[in-house]
């Protein structure tokens, strides 16, 4: 007799632990964190994504007092790792480390990337963000921004620059210094920075786009000139690099952004609690100084990423419409 009242209830249940956002047991996440954290990265060790992502965990972990565990889950420019995020339980558990390439600039170009990523994701708030630098060769004749545009005008069509993929933010950026100033230049992609800076120094290609922290040694070596960045504002690593902005190429302003995430529909209790830790992270005098030693700038506590990454992708569009670029 108590059956179909028991049925009734099992049903309900079941229906309530199906509903979006209900994957995870009230009392689980008033108890969260319980147990490490997965913080997934969508690419190699040894990169600026990674390193954020192992900086930022370790302080994490102190913060919450649980283990915090980088997997760098490589390939596709960083959505294969993304795509490993949006299918995880909304739990807390699995985060992804997420920057502008797999966010936001991925689906604009690429029909294989089927996730969305804002509809896909729990948007828990800004990280960090770092420069981008065009360079040039020591051997080159064109030293500052000037030279570059000079050049670049009065030789349509006849440079080159050389980024590490199609579409990623590094080549959206140059396409930006296209668009303002009106250039016709040749993208040449390579497969990682090394061969890419090791043809710029041989000679073999003229300019290159790189995150500033990784082409700075060779260029305090003499080996790379920097030319410009591509962000509004200077670095504080190096004050003495002028931005394009400067030069008068106003739309110019474009860097790299991390970001951190979990699956879409993370109940609000536990992102409540990661936002806060998050905040709570930004402040650390040490992660910010580790983090302004690799060359990024820590972002401010309580940003919108959601809000911010719309934007963001709405500037990305708008190049990747202009230069018309695809995979």
């Known amino acids: 007799m108590n059956q179909p009242t028991l049925t009734r209830r099992a049903l309900t249940l079941a229906l309530a632990a199906c509903a979006a956002g209900a994957a995870v047991p009230a ?6 964190p319980a147990r490490p954290i997965t913080l997934v ?4 060790a040894g990169g600026s994504t990674d390193l954020t992502a192992r900086l930022f965990g370790e302080a994490l972990s102190k913060r919450i007092g649980e283990r915090v565990i980088v997997e760098n889950v490589g390939g596709a420019g960083g959505a294969i790792g993304a795509q490993r995020v949006a299918k995880a339980r909304p739990d807390g558990y699995t985060l992804l480390l997420g920057a502008s390439n797999e966010m936001a600039i991925a689906s604009l170009i690429n029909k294989a990337v089927k ?3 804002l509809k896909d994701f729990t948007p828990i708030g800004m990280i960090s963000t ?7 060769s020591a051997n080159s004749p064109v030293k500052n921004i000037s030279d570059f545009l000079a050049q670049a005008r009065a030789n349509p069509g006849k440079f080159s620059f050389g980024t590490s993929g199609v579409g990623t933010a590094l080549h959206l950026s140059a396409e930006s210094v296209k668009e303002a100033g009106g250039l016709q230049l040749v993208h040449v992609p390579y497969r990682g920075v090394a061969p890419l800076a090791s043809d710029i120094m041989g000679g073999q290609l003229q300019f ?6 990784s082409a700075l040694a060779n260029i305090r070596a003499g080996k790379l000139v920097p030319i410009g960045l591509m962000q509004a504002t200077r670095a504080p690593l190096a004050p003495e690099i002028p931005t394009f902005a400067e030069a008068g190429l106003k ?3 474009m860097d790299i952004w991390f970001g951190l995430y979990g699956p879409a529909n993370v109940p609000e209790p536990v992102a409540a609690k990661l936002r806060a830790a ?11 100084s ?4 690799s060359g990024s700038t820590v972002a401010a506590p309580g940003v919108d990423l959601a809000q911010f990454q719309r934007k963001e992708t709405e500037k990305y569009k708008r190049i990747v419409e202009f230069a018309k670029i695809e995979e």
Do not use: I, T
């Open 290 to 293: 580790k983090m302004q030693e």
């Open 251 to 253: 739309d110019v302003n």
């Open 115 to 117: 996730y969305d990523g």
């Open 27 to 32: 009392h689980a996440q008033g108890d969260y």
């Open 208 to 213: 290159g786009v790189f995150v500033l922290s």
């Open 278 to 288: 998050l905040d709570d992270v930004l402040k650390m005098p040490e992660f910010r």
């Open 130 to 136: 770092q420069p981008m630098v065009l360079v040039a």
């Open 41 to 44: 990265v969508g690419y190699p």
